[in-house]
């Protein structure tokens, strides 16, 4: 099959077009990107700022930051994917998140390297609803569930 | 299908998006979507991809820009029933 070469793109493009940075990255690498969905990771390293308030001496990665791993990986990087006929060369898009929702079962600690894994439910009208997974390396379920964004360059 | 059985299909769909209730009790076919039930743009898309479902329809992307009250989705439903 004759492959557009203007509406391929690689991994490392979709990371190119990401319009964050650290400390508010949480994407390293992704493994694999199709029309149905995306897997990728991140290492939480130990002197991440969140880890000196959650929780005192204690220090676990807060929810929240995996619902942001899980968004960033899983949403956003698959959004950017989908609309890889749309971008523009050096151009970052605009992303609000829309829903979601997440349960949790099992710790994440600093230095742990995590993986996401995202299937698409739906892409319309530039809504990108999506389940994820999140997984340790030992490939344990560590939180999971239905996040929404909307995503147009 | 009527217009009254489809504003009660509509109303059920809407019911879990809207955020305000007494605009919900009193809904009519000048019920406004977004300024008067407070449905977000983006629960909006999925009272389009239910409206789909329950009716067997294909909304496109200029029916779905049109889509912003009762009377507008009520014209787009009845018009792509006709036309199965």
Known sequence: ???????RMTIKEIITHLPY?????????????SEKGVKGS????????????????NPITPGVILTETMAKIGVVCLGIYLLKEHIEASG?????????????????????????VSEKEYFR???????????????ELMCRGTIAGVIMF | ???????????????????????????TEE??????????????VDVVLDVEDEFDIEIDNESM????????????ISTKLNSK
Do not use: W
Not at chain 1, 22 to 33: A, G, I, N, Q, T
Not at chain 1, 44 to 51: I, L, Q, R, T
Not at chain 1, 101 to 115: G, H
């Open chain 2, 1 to 27: 299908m009527t217009n009254i059985d489809l504003i009660a299909s509509l109303k059920k769909i809407v019911k879990p998006y809207i955020q305000n209730e007494v605009a919900f009790e009193n809904l």
């Open chain 1, 125 to 139: 009208f530039n809504k990108l609803k999506c389940k994820v997974q999140l997984y340790n390396e030992k490939e």
């Open chain 1, 1 to 7: 099959m004759a492959e557009n070469i203007l509406v």
């Open chain 2, 31 to 44: 019920t406004d979507f977004i300024n008067d039930l407070k449905i977000n743009s983006a629960n909006l």
């Open chain 1, 92 to 116: 970052f898009p605009k992303i609000a998140l829309t829903s979601n929702t997440v349960d949790f079962y099992l710790p994440v600690y600093p230095n742990e390297r995590v993986t996401v």
């Open chain 2, 65 to 76: 820009e049109k889509m912003l009250n009762v009377k507008a989705a009520i014209e787009i």
């Open chain 1, 42 to 57: 991140y290492t939480f390293k130990e002197d991440a700022y969140f880890y000196k308030g959650h929780f005192k001496h």
């Open chain 1, 21 to 33: 940075q650290e400390p508010f990255l949480f994407v390293d690498e992704l493994h694999e990107v």
